[in-house]
């Protein structure tokens, strides 16, 4: 087991009726006038903007709506909300949706905090970091994770770049998370927030040669709990219990709780927002369209660890390691499938015309222009990425 | 799935020669005079005080020692510690130990922080704790898992009364772990550790009636890892693996991970807690000397819990609830025995007269005088705890 530092600060509030509590939280979080940033017209519509402005109203705490929150958020958007943060003396960002809502109000509470600095040059640590306004979230999409995460994604829409920042700052003070709130999404978006909380974890799990015991029990667990709970939502949104599955998955997927004594990885991450920085796809859906190919590119580099996932995640009773690898991969492809997302890139892009090209385009950008190495089980660059890429296409 | 609040503020810093970081830490979190809480002589010998007053003096950090903290830790020593700090105008208690030092640690900084209250009335509850000085601790014994719980446990020794206090005041700032501090540690104290950790979950586990997938994934994991690798230490203290396992079980097993949605009972402690007001006994070794009985009382109606119990932890392969609950009941029991603990009361209190008074008077204090009921699988008051008791003769 490697050494590590666990840090969870934000505080769970779950269940039905919890966004009843959101301006109580607030409140007890030492905010008096929160920037409300959401997404579209849906949180509006079913009233649940509503809902939250009283609360904070009987708490005695004041708000201002900044709506607009689009998915893969952009850096215009955000620095439009730091103005009037700024203008309206905000001191608590609240977010209500999804990872983009709440990215948004993460790169806004940063930019707010530092009125002299540009949030591009924080955001990719070019100027560093060192103070923030304080975020919650009330959770409407389970995916993203972002709601007890460190990170936070952004856009350039100038520059064509989508990059994360890790930070201490990007911890929310409180997520509140109702079950209840995930009944309408969209099935696309619900299939394709159910792969990316199984790939946070398994982003996490396919470092080989570290023995960690009881964050490999938990990993397993999660992905079990997802796939069993993700194919009962994908028939019956409202079913509640599997739904608040989902949700609490999500969050453990994210919080850093899978990686103790391991570490993260984060390669199909880099693939997947290369595709998305270009074609906008959702993000769920760019992963399970390339970790089929990444998976078989590299799992004869670590059998033994593809193997113990295929066993214990998805009860392949194989001796042979190499077979058992290829199973699970197998299975995960179909599992994804099976719940609609695409699993290649002609399925995500059927229109797109997959020249050389754009895979040398993608390729650069998932490794920043050929300047990193990916996968932490051998070392992945631009050459390499086009490779993956290219086996994407099926 | 029940609603939840989860909350683990506590930073982890773990791993081999994290207590370096603890001068660090202690700034970090805003302390400059540390009042340094410890047991018995074998954390000086070792060198392990020694380094970290190294640590706190390069970080600026000033400090005075408070050594003595006991296994089940007494009111008075605490009431001690309150007078130092106060006299020394403390603002961080730092607890180097188990169990034992830091609720030591986490009651002088309730009573320094409210000097004109008296503890016992604040631990108690009979006056309401507002505010408290932070804490932190370095950890050289996996078992209680204070470090990053909301608990404390205390011993009134004038009334006899042992009782706990769950606070967010209790929360440490951070946690260091190093598991090669607990290479050292006798075999019994090891043995009653692994029981302690496994009790946390278990008393989380056997809750009838909710569904909690994710929760029972980690419980289950979590029981699986301890067992696996508590058979290791128990041969090897200095397997390095198998120790850090252990380790980051007893904080996740009781930093309340393991009961999201589902809640906890702990009544097994209030038998436990009982037998060690009265005779001193190692907590984790009260623990084990009474789980046997408890669970023959109460599996019957409990049967489907815990046959899972039995099929996820122990591997039983019987598709029959209630023989599996059985075979489950019986391989905890064995294992207990097979590290060396008491799994009854003749064999925990060998030269103890286990009479009916004494068995009368157990019962009433696991029950509080019978004021309380136990367990969340039927209520048990003294009646019912004096006939787990006495099933506990064997």
Same sequence: chains 1, 2.
Avoid at 79 to 104: C, H, M, Y
Avoid at 179 to 207: C, K, S, V
């Amino acid at each position: 087991m490697n050494n590590f530092e666990q840090y969870t600060p934000t505080k769970v509030i779950f269940g039905k009726g919890s966004e009843e509590k959101a301006g109580e939280a607030v409140k007890n979080a030492g905010g008096s006038k929160v920037l409300l940033v959401y997404g579209g017209g849906s949180a509006v519509k079913s009233g649940l903007i509503e809902r939250v402005e009283k609360s904070l109203t009987e708490a005695g705490v004041g708000y201002i709506e900044f709506g607009g929150a689009k998915p893969n958020p952009t850096l215009a958007h955000a620095e439009d909300g730091v103005v009037i943060a700024k203008t309206e003396n905000i001191d608590f960002i609240l977010a209500v949706g999804g990872g983009s809502a709440i990215d948004t109000a993460k790169a806004i509470a940063h930019g707010t905090a530092n009125p002299d600095k540009a949030l591009w040059d924080l955001w990719t640590k070019k100027v560093p970091l060192t103070k923030s306004l304080p975020v919650g979230a009330i959770l409407t999409i389970a995916a993203a994770g972002s709601e007890m995460s460190d990170s936070a994604v952004l856009t350039n829409e100038e520059t064509g770049a989508k990059g994360g920042i890790n930070t201490e700052f990007n911890r929310c003070r409180f997520a509140i998370m109702n079950p209840e709130l995930t009944f309408t999404l969209p099935l696309y978006q619900q299939a394709a927030g159910i792969t990316d909380i199984m790939m946070h974890t398994m982003e996490r799990y396919f470092i080989p040669k570290i023995k960690c015991d009881l964050t490999d029990e938990i990993a397993e667990g999660l992905l079990r709990t997802v796939i069993k709970n993700g194919k009962i939502v994908m028939k019956d949104q409202n079913n509640y219990d599997a739904q608040a599955e989902i949700m609490w998955c999500s969050s453990i997927s994210h919080n850093n709780l899978t990686e103790c004594g391991r570490g993260k990885d984060f390669s199909v991450h880099k693939f997947g927002h290369a595709l998305s920085a270009v074609f906008d796809y959702t993000h769920g859906a760019s992963l399970a369209a390339v970790w089929g190919a990444w998976a078989e590119y590299l799992y004869k580099d670590a059998p033994d660890r593809f193997a113990k996932f295929a066993r214990k995640v998805w009860n392949i009773d194989d001796p042979d390691d190499l077979s058992s690898a290829k199973k699970g991969i197998d299975a995960t492809v179909a599992y994804f499938k099976s719940i609609g997302m695409p699993v290649s890139l002609k399925e995500i892009g059927p229109d797109v015309e997959w020249t050389d090209e754009i895979i040398e385009l993608l390729a650069m950008k998932a490794t920043m222009q050929d300047t990193v190495k990916l996968s932490r089980i051998r070392p992945i660059g631009a050459k390499e990425a086009a490779e993956i890429y290219k086996l994407a296409l099926r």
